[in-house]
Nanobody, 124 residues
Framework: QLELVQSGGGSVQTGGSLRLACVASEETNYVGWFHQAPGKDREGVAALNTRAGTTYYDKSVEGRFTISQDKAKNTVYLQMTSLKAQDTGIYYC????????????????????WGQGTQVTVSS
C-alpha cells in the first residue's frame, strides 16, 4: 500500500518562505498538495504528474508556490514563497499510484492515499 510521509512546515512571517516535502513509499503517477484552512474544506493548491513532469496550480498560489520532485528520492516538494496569512492551515500531500490516471488533478476526491499533514502558520 502506498504510504506518504511529510516533513517541513512551521511558522513564518508574512512574505516568508517554507518548503514541504512528501516521500512516497512506491511509484506514483500524480502527487498533489492540499491546503485546509481552519474551519474550511481541503483544497488543492498544486499537483504534479510525476511521470511527465506536468504541473498544475490553483490561481491563489500561482507564481508563489512551486511543486517539484526528486525522482531518485521518490520525493515531491512544495516550495512556498511570498506567504500570506490566508496560506495558514494544514497542508497534506496525496498521491495516485503509478498506472492510474486522474482528470481533476486539484480535486482532493481524486486521491486515495494521503500524508499525515503538516501545520503552516503565517503571521504578520
Amino acid at each position: 500500500q502506498l504510504e506518504l510521509v511529510q516533513s517541513g512546515g512551521g511558522s513564518v512571517q508574512t512574505g516568508g518562505s517554507l518548503r514541504l516535502a512528501c516521500v512516497a513509499s512506491e511509484e506514483t503517477n500524480y502527487v498533489g498538495w492540499f491546503h485546509q484552512a481552519p474551519g474550511k474544506d481541503r483544497e488543492g493548491v498544486a499537483a504534479l504528474n510525476t511521470r511527465a513532469g506536468t504541473t498544475y496550480y490553483d490561481k491563489s498560489v500561482e507564481g508563489r508556490f512551486t511543486i517539484s520532485q526528486d525522482k531518485a528520492k521518490n520525493t515531491v516538494y512544495l516550495q512556498m514563497t511570498s506567504l500570506k496569512a490566508q496560506d495558514t492551515g494544514i497542508y497534506y500531500c496525496a498521491a495516485v499510484p503509478g498506472g492510474l490516471v486522474i482528470l481533476r488533478r486539484l480535486d482532493p476526491t481524486q486521491y486515495r492515499f494521503w500524508g499525515q499533514g503538516t501545520q503552516v502558520t503565517v503571521s504578520s
